[in-house]
């Protein structure tokens, strides 16, 4: 079977070199040269265009950063995979973006004989590494079942949900839930920062109850050195956050702690997060109770 893999960035790359340990045979792109030199160095195929390495692939994978770099790179009529796919291939992609691009997109490829899955990730670049992430899967079943070694060779899990779009809409509600997990995280350290009190001791005891989360876990080290180097950096996680309320407003449900994070993220992009970890909220916390911290060591 012949990948041919788009978006090589935080996420991309290394998903795609566990479908090389995987065994499978490779053409990479990226928009732009410094992801692609490890590729190159390996002597794995680099393309100028998608269209170039959709023309001979049997399956293209995408892992981009959103709508705009999707449209381009899958949909894009001279330069896009969708003008040279072969029927018959399956498209899968792994971005967060927007379901209704999902299923627009879905359809274009259908009218040439191709499937399309949107397939969202959970996890992150540690994950990514791992070859542990969880696949959310939307599009025809029989694909899905189809695409199962190829989500085997870089995650632990895939879900199939149901029809197009249904991937990347659960993938939003995650995120939403992921964001506000960040926001409970910034709020408890906030109290215990101001208060003068041990930051350490405070995620010892929040990690054995009831307020316990992924972000607790996951962002630990991250926040108690101060050290944001991107997994996820904030930008993305607006974005997200942007696309999520698009997506409650369409279907005309209030969420207002989707509503406040979003705010916040935005704060925290327009004051120098943009390109931290997600995590970096809690700086904005800081900055708004008056507690800024500077980085250990
Ligand atoms: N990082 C995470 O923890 C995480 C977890 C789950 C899901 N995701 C989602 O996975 C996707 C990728 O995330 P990431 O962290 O890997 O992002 P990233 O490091 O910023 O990589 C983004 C990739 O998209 C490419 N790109 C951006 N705009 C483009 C355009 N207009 N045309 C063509 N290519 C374009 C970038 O190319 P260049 O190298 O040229 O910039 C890069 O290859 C996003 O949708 C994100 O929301 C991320």
């Known amino acids: 079977m012949r990948i041919f893999f788009a978006g090589l960035g935080t996420m991309g ?45 049997d399956a293209i994978i995408t892992m981009l950063a959103d709508d705009d770099a999707v449209s381009q790179v899958l949909g894009d009529e001279e ?14 992609d792994s971005s967060t973006i927007s379901p209704s691009l999902s299923r627009s997109l879905s359809t274009r490829f259908m009218v040439k004989g191709v499937v399309m899955l949107d397939a969202p990730v959970t996890g992150s670049a540690p994950q990514a590494q791992d070859g542990t992430l969880t696949f959310i899967v939307g599009g025809k079943e029989d694909a899905y079942h189809q695409a199962e070694p190829l989500f085997r060779a870089m995650g632990r899990r895939a879900v199939y949900i149901g029809p197009s779009g249904s991937g990347s809409t659960v993938k939003l509600a ?6 506000i997990n960040m926001m409970a995280v910034a709020e408890g350290l906030s109290i215990v920062q101001k208060s003068g009190l041990d930051a350490e001791k405070f995620f010892d005891v929040i990690a054995g109850g009831g307020a316990n989360n992924g972000m607790v876990i996951s962002k630990r080290e991250k926040v108690l050195n101060r050290r944001y ?22 279907l005309d449900i209030p969420l207002p702690g989707l509503a406040l994070i979003s705010n916040l993220y935005q704060i925290a992009c327009h004051t120098g997060a943009s390109e931290s970890d997600m995590s970096a909220l809690l700086e904005t916390y800081e900055k708004l109770s008056g507690t800024t911290q500077t980085p250990e060591g």
């Open 13 to 57: 790359a290394p998903m795609a070199k566990n479908l090389l340990k995987a065994g499978y045979s490779l053409t990479v792109y990226n928009r732009s040269a410094k992801a692609l030199r490890w590729f190159q160095d390996q002597g794995i195929r680099v393309v100028e265009t998608p269209a170039k390495g959709a023309e001979d692939a």
């Open 79 to 92: 330069t896009g995979c969708i003008r040279s796919v072969k029927a018959g291939a399956l498209v899968i």
């Open 174 to 179: 995650n995120n939403i839930m992921g964001a």
């Open 229 to 250: 180097t991107p997994d996820f950096t904030a930008r993305l996680m607006l974005k997200d956050l942007r696309l999520a309320s698009h997506l409650a407003w369409n």
